[in-house]
T-cell receptor, first 110, second 114 residues
Framework: KQEVTQIPAALSVPEGENLVLNCSFT??????LQWFRQDPGKGLTSLLL?????REQTSGRLNASLDKSSGRSTLYIAASQPGDSATYLC?????????FGTGTSLTVIP | KAGVTQTPRYLIKTRGQQVTLSCSPI?????VSWYQQTPGQGLQFLFE???????NKGNFPGRFSGRQFSNSRSEMNVSTLELGDSALYLC?????????????FGEGSRLTVL
């Protein structure tokens, strides 16, 4: 069974700092990997989807990378803003279903 | 383009009752999957429906069931509610089945069991 781990569980940074969130998975046979953000009490908002054949994807200040062989993905957030405060989850797709990490709770301090 | 719509957003039930939650996917999406989210267990996969057929099922008891209609709208039902069923229930739609496509989530239905 695929297991997904996100470290750290919580992160607090001052506004303007660049930061990296980590996601690791146990089985490299994945179809794709998706990053989401979740605001308190809300649903998940899709940020980036990386196909297994891709190494990275970019959207605005966000850049996600994927290294299937080592079972790792990172989400890079440039010039963080208070509005980036949320929980960030990665989800690994085995082709049958998505397996979710428990998330990294990010707080950006003004 | 309208997103994924879940109803009701909030509901309170008592132990032993049953509940039905509804999910309308993004137009054109034929896959609907359901997840339970709790602080202790995180997001756990319940089941996925594609073209009215259950394609995959997570490790939940038979009290949790679902169905999908010809217009791709889906419902999930939980019978004989237990306190531990209190959670945020999230629905996600996708163009493709088996999780092979990008997932888009609704706002969730917050269930409290007293």
């Amino acid at each position: 069974k695929q297991e997904v781990t996100q470290i750290p569980a919580a992160l607090s940074v001052p506004e303007g700092e660049n930061l990296v969130l980590n996601c690791s998975f146990t089985d490299s046979a994945i179809y794709n990997l998706q990053w989401f953000r979740q605001d308190p009490g809300k649903g998940l908002t899709s940020l980036l989807l990386i196909q297994s054949s891709q190494r990275e994807q970019t959207s605005g200040r966000l850049n996600a990378s994927l290294d299937k062989s080592s079972g790792r993905s990172t989400l890079y957030i440039a010039a963080s803003q208070p509005g980036d405060s949320a929980t960030y989850l990665c989800a690994v797709n085995t082709g049958n279903q998505f397996y979710f990490g428990t998330g990294t709770s990010l707080t950006v301090i003004p | 383009k309208a997103g994924v719509t879940q109803t009701p957003r909030y509901l309170i039930k008592t132990r032993g009752q049953q509940v039905t939650l509804s999910c309308s996917p993004i137009s054109g999406h034929r896959s609907v999957s359901w997840y339970q989210q709790t602080p202790g267990q995180g997001l756990q996969f319940l089941f996925e429906y594609f073209s009215e057929t259950q394609r995959n099922k997570g490790n939940f008891p038979g009290r949790f069931s679902g169905r999908q209609f010809s217009n791709s709208r889906s419902e999930m039902n939980v019978s004989t509610l237990e306190l531990g069923d209190s959670a945020l229930y999230l629905c996600a739609s996708s163009f493709r089945t088996g999780g092979s496509g990008e997932l888009f989530f609704g706002e969730g239905s917050r269930l409290t069991v007293l």
